[in-house]
């Protein structure tokens, strides 16, 4: 079983407003991603991280910024929420099993609404 | 670059009948394989994953699918179907790593009672 958090879990907001989704995992894993799903959609890689300071952008281009100062934590922030960032995020983690390939687990995901 | 295709948006089924998900990859090597089960607004939950060895997985819930080379195929399947299974299912394939995932579109199953 996973352990892996994001909070909020749900979040309406105004547009113009700075938010953060946070993301943390008590498995000491390495490599944390962002992935960001409309309803009914695919998933798309927006960021991740192999490890502390370590940040890179993925497929699919946000406005969204990332940071990874401590292993456990990867927070999400947009500095000027506008209606296009209404979607769900998921946040997940992964560890490199060696020879068995990486599973990756997800978090509950936070669904925002920009008003 | 990898690729995937769940050619079913959705698929309704009777409680107790037989249920099969088609998800066909594309990738260059040999791919790492997984299917995702996805509750009406929460995360991923992981139902199995191929990385080598017997093409046939068996996940949780009752669930299996098997890895056919020849077909680029990782059809999952699940012998009787349970109200509880209704949810969003997701197809993944992996680098050789594992870890740079792309993501099917999804398939919603529906299951009458």
């Known amino acids: 079983e996973a352990d892996i958090y994001q909070t909020p879990r749900y979040l309406v907001i105004g547009t113009g407003k700075k938010i953060t989704l946070e993301c943390s995992q008590t498995?000491?894993?390495?490599?944390m991603y962002w992935y960001q799903q409309d309803p009914g959609m695919e998933l798309h890689l927006i960021h991740y991280?192999?490890?502390?300071?370590?940040?890179e952008k993925g497929d699919l281009s946000s406005e969204s910024t990332v940071s990874r100062i401590r292993t456990e934590h990867f927070p999400l922030t947009l500095e000027s929420a506008r209606p296009s960032h209404t979607s769900q995020y998921l946040c997940?983690?992964?560890?490199?099993?060696?020879?068995?390939?990486?599973?990756?687990?997800f978090g509950p995901g936070t669904r925002l609404l920009v008003l | 670059a990898q690729s995937v295709t769940q050619p079913d948006i959705h698929i309704t089924v009777s409680e107790g009948a037989s249920l099969e998900l088609r998800c066909n990859y594309s990738y260059g090597a040999t791919p790492y394989l997984f299917w995702y089960v996805q509750s009406p607004g929460q995360g991923l939950q992981l139902l199995l994953k191929y990385f080598s060895g017997d093409t046939l997985v068996q996940g949780i819930k009752g669930f299996e699918a098997e890895f056919k080379r020849s077909q680029s195929s990782f059809n999952l399947r699940k012998p009787s179907v349970h109200w509880s299974d209704a949810a969003e299912y997701f197809c993944a394939v992996g680098n050789n790593a594992g870890n740079m995932l792309t993501f099917g579109g999804g398939t919603r199953l529906m299951v009458k009672p």
């Open positions: 991280s192999y490890g502390v300071n370590s940040t």
């Open positions: 498995m000491g894993h390495d490599k």
């Open positions: 997940a983690s992964s560890e490199n099993l060696r020879g068995s390939g990486e599973t990756q687990y």
